[in-house]
């Protein structure tokens, strides 16, 4: 570790709409899966924080949920978590796609960004999808919104620009001494791990409004010394339709479900678990504030 005065850390708050590759992007620098990923939008939904420690910076990711205009309790809960991210943070990364020129939702989130005084560095993303003379008038376009700290094109998918981006973020971090222990990769914990990787597995096997209709709690995790660790899951559901789809014909969809969670689970905890997933109706989940507590949306 470095002399203490030389040393940099904060908090990067990582913002952009729904799918531009948030989650994608921290797990790169993380070199693991913190944070689920799937082609679908919405699927971050609680703030999830990665911590890189170097040789002399100490860099604390929080992936943000989408920022979206919110039409139910929980897309409300998630626009909240994303703006309370924002106000703990250091610097604020505004990831954006390159196929269009900046919308009103980004005008606002910048508008918005803005009031907060903090370095804003705009990313646009997925570089890899456009022709570079198609990328150079979207840059230019986002340049007129307000004057970013940094604006760098990266592929987060293809490694393109990171090594770039991060020197970027380690000059704007301030000066201090590393806020956590320079082994923690994460805050949360193996039950919270567990849950989210169910839940991604969901969100890529069932289509339509399945994987917004659902969410998992994990109701016990036994950890062994001998043998396999014992974790019951379940996943929550607001109609009883939607709880026979989960299991599908003659639960050969869920044992399905279980059986690519499990192997994902053993990777990430590198030890074998059980695993079992029971499926529940929870009417109108996401439009009740007192459910969503009850389920972890707090
Ligand atoms: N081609 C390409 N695809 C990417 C890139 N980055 C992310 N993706 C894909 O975009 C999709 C969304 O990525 P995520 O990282 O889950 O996006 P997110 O912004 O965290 O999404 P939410 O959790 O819904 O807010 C996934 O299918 C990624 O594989 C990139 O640089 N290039």
């Known amino acids: 570790m470095q002399n203490k005065k030389d040393f940099r850390s904060g908090y990067v708050a990582v913002i952009g709409e729904p799918n531009v590759g948030k989650s994608t992007l921290i797990n790169n620098y993380m070199g693991c899966k913190l944070s689920i990923v799937t082609h679908k939008p919405q699927t971050t939904r609680k703030k999830i924080m990665g911590i890189l420690t170097k040789e002399d910076y100490q860099i604390i ?6 920022i979206i205009e919110p039409t139910y309790e ?3 809960y998630m626009v909240k978590t994303a703006y309370s991210v924002i106000k703990e943070a250091d610097i604020l990364l505004m990831m954006v796609e390159p196929f269009k020129q900046p919308a009103k939702i980004h005008r606002d989130v910048v508008k918005k960004l803005a ?6 560095l705009l990313v646009i993303n997925k570089v890899d999808m456009v022709e570079k003379d198609k990328l150079l008038p979207i840059i230019a376009s986002y340049n007129t919104l307000m004057k970013f700290s940094e604006i760098i094109p990266i592929s987060a998918k293809e490694g393109t620009n990171l090594e770039r981006l991060l020197s970027l973020i380690v000059q704007y971090l301030p000066e201090g001494e590393p806020l956590y222990p320079e082994d923690s990769i994460t805050d949360y914990n193996e039950r919270f791990l567990a849950a989210e990787i169910i839940r991604e597995k969901v969100f890529e ?6 994987p917004y209709s659902s969410t998992v709690e994990i109701e016990e995790f ?5 043998g396999r660790d014992y974790i019951k899951a379940i996943i929550y559901v607001e109609r009883k339709s939607q709880k026979g789809i989960i299991i599908g014909e003659e639960g050969k969809a869920i044992k399905h479900v279980g059986v690519i969670a499990r192997k994902d689970i053993e990777d990430q905890l590198g030890r074998e678990v059980f695993l079992e997933l029971h499926v529940k109706v929870m009417e109108k989940w996401r439009k009740d504030t007192h459910k969503l507590k009850r389920l972890g949306y707090q």
């Open 74 to 76: 929980l897309q409300k």
């Open 115 to 120: 009031t907060f005084n903090k370095p804003i």
């Open 61 to 66: 990711f929080f992936d943000t949920p989408g």
């Open 222 to 226: 036994k950890e062994r010394e001998k």
């Open 205 to 210: 096997f069932y289509g339509e409004e399945i």
